[in-house]
C-alpha cells in the first residue's frame, strides 16, 4: 500500500512540474480577440484584431483590416539621432518628412497618451498622396534611445469607425523585451 502511495505521489509531482512547465512556457499573454503581430526580432509587441491580416513582409511591422477595406496599421522603432530629443521636437522632424512625401498635410489634433506605461503623443493629420485623401494617427513614445512609432491610416469615411479597435491595438502594445 505505501508503495502506491509512493507512486501516486511521484505521478502527482511529475503531472504537476509538467503543468507548471507547460503554463511558463507561453510567452505572451495575448489579448482576447487579438494576435500577435510582431516578430522576435523587434523591440515591441503588437496585437491586432484577429480578423485582421498581419503583413511583415516590409520594413515595419503591419496589418490591414480586410481588402474591403484597406485601413491598416504598422509599428516600427529605430534610434534618435539626438539622444536627448523629446517627442516635440521628434515630431518637428517626422512632420517636414511627412511631408516630402505628402501634400495637403493637416494637423487635426495632438493629445498626450500613454504606451506600455510610457509617455507618448498621438497625433493626427490628413494628407493626399497622389488622388487619394487619407486620414492618419500617429502614437509615439520614447524609451531609452529609441523612438516607437504606432501608425493608423484610413481613408477618412472609415477612420472612425475603427476607433474603438485602435485604442485597444495601442492600450495593448508593448515596448521593449
Not at 38 to 62: G, Q, R
Not at 128 to 137: A, C, K, P, Q, V
Request: glycine share 2%; proline share 2%; hydrophobic share 40%.
Amino acid at each position: 500500500m505505501k508503495n502506491i502511495i509512493r507512486i501516486t505521489a511521484a505521478l502527482l509531482a511529475v503531472l504537476l512540474t509538467a503543468f507548471v512547465a507547460v503554463s511558463c512556457s507561453k510567452k505572451d499573454d495575448i489579448p482576447d480577440g487579438m494576435i500577435k503581430a510582431s516578430d522576435e526580432k523587434a523591440d515591441f509587441t503588437l496585437y491586432v484584431p484577429e480578423k485582421w491580416t498581419v503583413d511583415m513582409k516590409e520594413a515595419a511591422v503591419s496589418a490591414y483590416c480586410s481588402k474591403n477595406d484597406p485601413s491598416s496599421v504598422s509599428m516600427m522603432a529605430w534610434e534618435l539621432e539626438y539622444t536627448n530629443s523629446s517627442l516635440d521636437e521628434w515630431w518637428e522632424v517626422n512632420l517636414s518628412e511627412i511631408e516630402k512625401v505628402f501634400s495637403n498635410v493637416e494637423v487635426i489634433s495632438t493629445e498626450n497618451a500613454i504606451i506600455d506605461g510610457l509617455n507618448a503623443k498621438k497625433y493626427t493629420y490628413t494628407a493626399s498622396l497622389g488622388e487619394y485623401d487619407y486620414t492618419i494617427m500617429q502614437a509615439a513614445c520614447i524609451k531609452n534611445v529609441n523612438v516607437y512609432l504606432f501608425t493608423y491610416t484610413s481613408v477618412p469615411e472609415n477612420f472612425d469607425a475603427h476607433s474603438e479597435e485602435i485604442q485597444n491595438i495601442i492600450s495593448n502594445i508593448k515596448i521593449g523585451r
